[in-house]
């Protein structure tokens, strides 16, 4: 199974801050990665698939990029809608696989 | 617009059974795989299932395989989880989701509790 490691599990921060949350691949899964926002009590929404490209409607202060094994998620500039859980997910091989979250909220 | 509702959660004990739904529309159903995704409580995101368009190839989470069936009718836009033997690590909350490369569209999800 390839495990996808997430970090930081959690991280604080204030509005206009720029964060940065990484996954790293047990193995090479070249663009087949996507990355959510959930918010508590609703379903995660896509913010980016195949590494870097942004979901139709998504604002352009989130970004993504890499390949192979590691992958990053940028918010250039943290709005108060922004906090929330993110997380990657793997499609390259089954079982499709997510990282374990990255909590971000208020500093 | 594009609309996934699942339904069929519910309380049930260990070892019983539940079936899943989920009700496509806005997109052209048949067209995409669909996957099931379950979130335990206070948790994170675990894959449990895909299945093709056809429904000629479906892939499954090891601690399912054996207990669930995924299942799809392309002329009811609907999919389907037919889950059997449920433990209660099996307790979360349920979503249907379509493929297109990763997971774009996500319905709102449907909680199954599995205890005595």
């Known amino acids: 199974d390839i495990q996808m490691t997430q970090s930081p599990s959690s991280l604080s921060a204030s509005v206009g801050d720029r964060v940065t949350i990484t996954c790293r691949a047990s193995?090479?899964?070249?663009?087949?990665l996507g990355w959510y926002q959930q918010k508590p009590g609703k379903a995660p929404k896509r913010l980016i698939y195949?590494?870097?490209n942004l979901q139709s409607g998504v604002p352009s202060r989130f970004s993504g990029s890499g390949s192979g094994t590691e992958f990053t998620l940028t918010i250039s500039s943290l709005q108060p809608e922004d906090f929330a859980t993110y997380y990657c997910?793997?499609?390259?091989?089954?079982?499709?696989?997510f990282g374990q979250g990255t909590k971000l909220d208020i500093k | 617009e594009v609309q996934l509702v699942e339904s069929g959660g519910g309380l049930v004990q260990p070892g019983g059974s539940l079936r899943l739904s989920c009700a496509a529309s806005?997109?052209?159903?048949?067209?995409?795989?669909m996957s099931w995704v379950r979130q335990a409580p206070g948790k994170g995101l675990e894959w449990v299932a895909n299945?093709?368009?056809?429904?000629?190839?479906?892939y499954y989470l090891d601690s399912v395989k054996g207990r669930f069936t995924i299942s799809r009718d392309n002329a009811k836009n609907s999919l389907y989880l037919q889950m059997n033997g449920l433990r209660a690590e099996d307790t979360a909350v349920y979503y249907c989701?379509?493929?297109?490369?990763?997971?774009?569209?996500w319905g709102q999800g449907t909680l199954v509790i599995v205890s005595s």
């Open positions: 989701a379509s493929r297109d490369g990763s997971y774009g569209y």
């Open positions: 806005g997109f052209t159903f048949s067209s995409y795989w």
């Open positions: 299945i093709k368009q056809d429904g000629s190839e479906k």
């Open positions: 193995q090479g899964i070249r663009n087949d």
């Open positions: 195949a590494a870097s």
């Open positions: 997910l793997q499609h390259n091989g089954y079982p499709h696989t």
